[in-house]
């Protein structure tokens, strides 16, 4: 027993001077950086409390206290940077090989998502943005555009029952909109989600963002076989096997409408000589839709690519897809049922782009007009940072312009909830001011969809999504604030949502 004892204090006491000497040298750098003073082991872990959900508010209060510049951070072995300068930030983004994202972060997405887009490296994460990309190409946009109209179509037949009457429950009915836009656009594949708001996906995917952001932020759930002995877990796993089945789902249904198509193309060319090979290129390279394009695609050794690496693309598109779009197009409203005068001037604009036939659903060419609604949806996401923060994990010292160094191994994070607070960039931040996005400003002032190599390849497709469907709403509904009692409850998770929804009051304009 002794000497267990003491062999445990061996390994105990070379881990710890190791570690000494590494933090030492990093150390060093971080401390040109304000923050509060880390305390061992735990870092800054209690100055963010346990409560995950709070933990944003933290963050922003140690940031206003320290001088509302870049700060840093320690959570155990961890240490972050976060960023609210535009140049410091485009020095982070733009960087051609600081691209892995931080450790933390990983750890807390993948039990959802895998080795998917959003978290590999290397050579997958190569093949896959190379192969998504013509998806979300702007030739393509007008394909993607009807979509949107004509779900906007059953999306008003409910809204239509709320007219001058009762709260509509924006999330409630937004996101199996948007889930349905997407799976028929990307995946080929028609849902009707809308016409079923409880089912199992959209309930599991309401636990997702607070999942992922406690297994962020509660440090004691990196402790797996702790953490497999408690509910979370249990629930976490449930929520896990939903939405990966869901994606299932979606794959075999793609596949039957392939092989049926595929069949039909061979049968009404029996007396032609076909090639299956040129069949499949022939389609792919025809507008082909994103999930088409991930199960004719082969892995590095020549062989057909697993359902299994499909299932974790998908499961991730699927769920970020719909869920960004939804919590953007619906603070949106929010934000313009609280200031009817800006509601009033976003109408006008769609008067004065449709010759007053507010009837008349948009054209890509008509979303390009928009300038004013554009300038709307972005102060709205200033003010309700739709992703609250993004960073990368760094594999060599990052030099700022200012000389300040971030040491390897640390994260870079780009602060939203704060960098879009910065009066030094966005004056009188907390005013909900749309003109200033009429106004130049700094490129990196604002980039809710990241940038540079890493940026998210779906931010086209997100554009036309939110202002085909706020274009839409707002030609035939006035939106309302709700009563008293009814206003949205904001927390800062993975993503800003609302506890308690997004309550509001609709009246149908008179066309």
Known sequence: MFFILLLCFIVCLVFVSGHSRKRAHRWEKLSEFPGDTPIPILGNGLHLGFDADKSANKLLAMWERH?????????????????????????????????????????????????????????????????????????????????????????FEIFDTYDGKGHVELYRYVRPFMYDILCTSLMGVETNLLADCDHAYLKAGAKVVKIITHNYFSYWRNIRLLFMMTPQYKEMMDTINTIKQNSTNIILERRKILNNKIEKALNNNKNVDMDLENIIESKLNNGGC????????KSPNGEPTSDDVINEEITLLCFTGHYTTTATISHTLYCLAKYPEIQNRVLEEQKSIFDKKLHKKPTTQELNQMKYLEAVIKESIRIFPTVTKIGRQLQNDLTFEDGRVAPAGSSVLVFYDAAFKNPKVFPEPEKFNPERFLDSMHPFAFVPFSAGPRNCIGFRFAWVAMKTTISNILKRYEVMLGDAGKEPQFVSRILTESKNGIRLKLKKRNL
């Open 290 to 297: 994103l999930l088409d394009k991930f199960i004719f695609s």
């Open 67 to 155: 001088g509302k510049q870049n700060i840093r951070l320690s959570l155990g072995s961890e240490d972050w940077i976060l960023l609210t300068d535009p140049d410091d930030i485009a020095t982070i983004l733009n960087h051609p090989t600081e691209i892995s994202k931080p450790l933390d972060r990983n750890m807390a997405m993948k039990p959802f998502f895998g080795k998917s887009v959003s978290t590999s490296e290397g050579e997958r994460w190569k093949s896959t943005r190379k192969l998504m990309a013509s998806s979300f190409h702007f030739n393509t946009l007008e394909g993607k555009v009807d979509d949107v109209n004509k779900y906007c179509d059953r999306l």
